[in-house]
């Protein structure tokens, strides 16, 4: 499947985040890409509320990886933005996060493309500057259909 969602503000984004994160089901893993600034981690936020997480999201780009467990599903939120080397990704034991009974979101992971099992969802996050400072495009796509 493929959607298109248009937002001209953080507020909006989040929204759009939230109801994603409401639809979410154990073992999604959900795809962030775009580049510096496009509302990644403001998508990330609203999809841990959609989740029925309240604690502060955050781009874990030092930690690599946060865990959330106040919500209805773990969610485990990665940012692989400093990663160059899927054996980083071994050392923390990705796996058993991809493939466990919680939520993936993963900011920047098209630079670990390998990684990933082939029915992932990919959120692609693009600014436009002749729409505006605030608007961004938000691409949804899965190739499987999941049951
Ligand atoms: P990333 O994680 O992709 O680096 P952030 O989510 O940290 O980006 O930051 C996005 C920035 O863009 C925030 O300062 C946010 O307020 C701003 N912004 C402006 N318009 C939007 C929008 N439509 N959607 C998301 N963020 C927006
Ligand atoms: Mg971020």
Redesign the pocket.
């Known amino acids: 499947m493929y959607t298109v969602k248009e937002?001209?503000?953080?507020?909006?984004?989040?929204a759009f985040g939230k109801e994603m994160g409401e639809a979410a089901v154990p073992g999604g893993i959900y795809c962030?890409n775009?580049?510096?600034?496009?509302?990644?981690?403001?998508?990330?936020?609203g999809f841990a509320a959609g989740l029925g997480i309240h604690e502060n999201v955050?781009?874990p780009t030092f930690t690599i990886m946060q865990v959330y467990k106040s919500g209805r599903i773990p969610l485990y939120h990665f940012?692989v933005y400093r990663i160059c080397d899927p054996d980083e990704m071994d050392e923390i034991g990705y796996e058993e996060y991809f493939f466990g009974d919680g939520v993936c979101l993963v900011?920047w992971a098209e630079q670990l493309p390998e990684l990933f099992p082939a029915d992932v969802w990919t959120i692609q996050?693009s600014k436009d500057p002749e729409k505006g400072?605030?608007?961004?495009k938000?691409e949804v796509s899965q190739e499987q259909e999941t049951e």
């Open positions: 937002t001209w503000s953080p507020e909006e984004t989040f962030l775009g580049d510096l600034g496009t509302g990644k981690t403001v998508f990330a936020q955050n781009s940012d900011e996050i400072f605030d608007y961004r938000i």
